[in-house]
């Protein structure tokens, strides 16, 4: 069963790599540290995903400030960045991820700068409650956590987001705070992915059979349904074209600024709290 979930790592690559044509700090040395030390050859890439990547990194980060909550347990954290810079502001902050990507994280932060004592790394599947207790001894129990990920339910069936779903709820009921995630985004989101980028996710089901449209969400109202049957009391709803006006990307890749409204507005991060 791991080795199924390890067919996702490769999709971490397939964001580092527009996150580098934007203005996020580390994410051009990350993504050519990973070219140089892991074999991406059979990953097909593009550069017009980086203004869904940007917005959906900052978007998350401006729900993160505004909160004032400086203790984070991102899950499937991948190669971004948030966790050093989060790290560097002074945020107790916990990345957990899959063995390989944990260890290639590690890696790659000692070669590019210093990892500081306030940024744990650890290695653990988010369906796995026993993983979600290894990153307590970092957590401090008197403070609020916010927990994040991006691009880790989507891959999963129902039954499984469910299992991460009740951890995550599970976690919040011992420490209190939120869970901020863009993988419940709808289903009419991929529509307009598809129109944007065409073929983007006909090719990344050569990355993983996990991407599959059945195990999307129909539409807000199903999300909610969804939460409050876990024992979430609140959805509360963001549109990545919130932060259309901070997006960097489209002037780097010269990119009509205009031309990604459809595929911001119609993806979303929620903030759920219980």
């Known amino acids: ?15 580092a790599y527009p996150r580098q044509f934007t203005d996020i700090p580390y994410e051009k040395e990350i993504y050519e540290w990973l070219s140089d030390n892991c074999n991406n050859n059979d990953i097909k890439l593009n550069k017009l995903l980086a203004p869904e990547i940007e917005a959906r990194y900052k978007l998350t980060n401006k729900i993160l400030d505004n909160l004032k909550i400086t203790q984070v347990l991102e899950l499937a954290a991948g190669y ?3 966790g050093i810079i989060y790290a560097e502001k002074g945020y107790e902050y916990i990345e957990m991820d899959l063995e390989e990507v944990a260890k290639n994280k590690v890696r790659l932060l000692n070669d590019i700068t210093s990892i500081p004592n306030n940024l744990h790394i650890t290695s653990g599947n988010a369906l796995n409650y026993a993983d979600f207790e290894k990153c307590g001894e970092y957590l401090n129990k008197n403070k609020e ?15 499984e987001k469910e299992i991460v779903a009740k951890n995550v709820y599970s976690i919040l009921r011992k420490y209190n705070g939120v869970w901020i995630t863009c993988d419940v ?7 307009k992915q598809n129109d944007f980028i065409p073929d983007f996710n006909n090719n990344l089901n050569l990355v993983t059979s996990r991407n599959n449209l059945t195990d999307r969400f129909e539409d807000i109202e199903h999300i909610n349904k969804f939460m409050k049957n876990i024992g979430f009391k609140s959805v509360e709803i963001h549109k990545f ?3 259309k006006d901070e997006l960097s990307s489209f002037d780097i890749l010269g990119i009509d600024k205009n031309s ?15």
């Open 145 to 159: 956590v916010a927990i994040i990920n991006e691009g880790l339910l989507r891959y999963l069936t129902f039954e």
């Open 80 to 82: 971004s960045s948030r």
């Open 1 to 15: 069963m791991l080795d199924d979930f390890e067919s996702v790592s490769p999709t971490a690559i397939v964001t």
């Open 260 to 274: 990604a409204d459809e595929v911001l507005d119609s993806a979303i991060v929620a903030v759920i709290k219980i």
């Open 241 to 243: 074209i919130e932060v």
């Open 185 to 191: 985004t709808p289903k009419k989101f991929i529509q």
